[in-house]
């Protein structure tokens, strides 16, 4: 079983859409959280910490779920420069960050 | 600019022949990470350094990988005999202490073995 695991997609939603993504991890020692953003060919930039009580920013909101070890992102209002791959990520142990493979999005007009 | 710089961004080589990366950490950042990413998949972790220590590899770097921080600054990555699996995307990233924060990457180092 992967250590962090993500519906790999993609996502097909129109402009102004709102879409959620999930993802699940084996470790329940994990500490930190994070939503990473990634496009093609490009590093992957962090876009936003997850936090026990869920936390927003702008159209992007993140919920944790530490007793089903459970994170998701919801972009409400998509845009077409949302389309990307968005990366869920948790801590391995205090060592190390551990990424799922990657959730691709593709907002259209 | 203050950010993660890796080189170069792209090298082609045959196969077995050697090849070396580098990475350049944010300053300030102590703690400093090799990552490797292929189509379709999330990075994977491949070894960390906090300063000049490399402290923890993965089982997925083999005897042909060896990775150095020498003065605790910039870091090299260098896969002996490569071989087509190895073509990669090479990600470093650094860090100040621990993983809280998050990491930065820089932008990679794309690597095809023919």
């Known amino acids: 079983r992967k250590e962090v695991e993500q519906d790999p997609g993609p996502f097909n939603v129109p402009e102004g859409a709102t879409v959620a993504f999930n993802c699940t991890y084996s470790?329940?020692?994990?500490?930190?959280f994070f939503w990473y953003r990634q496009d093609c060919r490009k590093e992957p930039k962090l876009l936003m910490s997850?936090?026990?009580s869920g936390n927003e920013d702008g159209r992007f909101t993140a919920q944790l779920n530490r007793a089903s070890q459970y994170i998701s992102l919801l972009i409400r209002d998509s845009k077409l420069s949302d389309s990307a791959t968005y990366l869920c990520?948790?801590?391995?142990?205090?060592?190390?960050?551990?990424f799922g493979a990657g959730t691709r999005l593709a907002v259209h007009p | 600019d203050t950010g993660v710089s890796q080189n170069p961004r792209h090298k082609i080589t045959k196969r077995g022949q050697n090849v070396t990366f580098r990475c350049d950490p944010i300053?300030?950042?102590?703690?400093l990470y090799w990552y490797r990413q292929t189509l379709g998949q999330g990075p994977e972790f491949l070894t960390y350094?906090?300063?000049?220590?490399?402290?923890?590899k993965s089982r997925l770097l083999s005897d042909r990988f060896s990775a150095e921080r020498p003065k605790g600054s910039f870091s090299t990555l260098e896969i002996q005999r490569t071989e087509q699996g190895d073509s990669a995307m090479y990600l470093c990233?650094?860090?100040?202490?621990?993983?809280?924060?998050?990491?930065?990457f820089g932008s990679g180092t794309r690597l095809t073995v023919v």
């Open positions: 990233a650094s860090s100040l202490s621990g993983t809280g924060n998050g990491y930065t």
């Open positions: 470790n329940s020692a994990s500490q930190s």
């Open positions: 997850v936090y026990s």
């Open positions: 990520v948790v801590s391995g142990g205090y060592n190390k960050l551990i």
């Open positions: 300053s300030e950042h102590n703690r």
């Open positions: 350094f906090q300063n000049e220590a490399q402290l923890e």
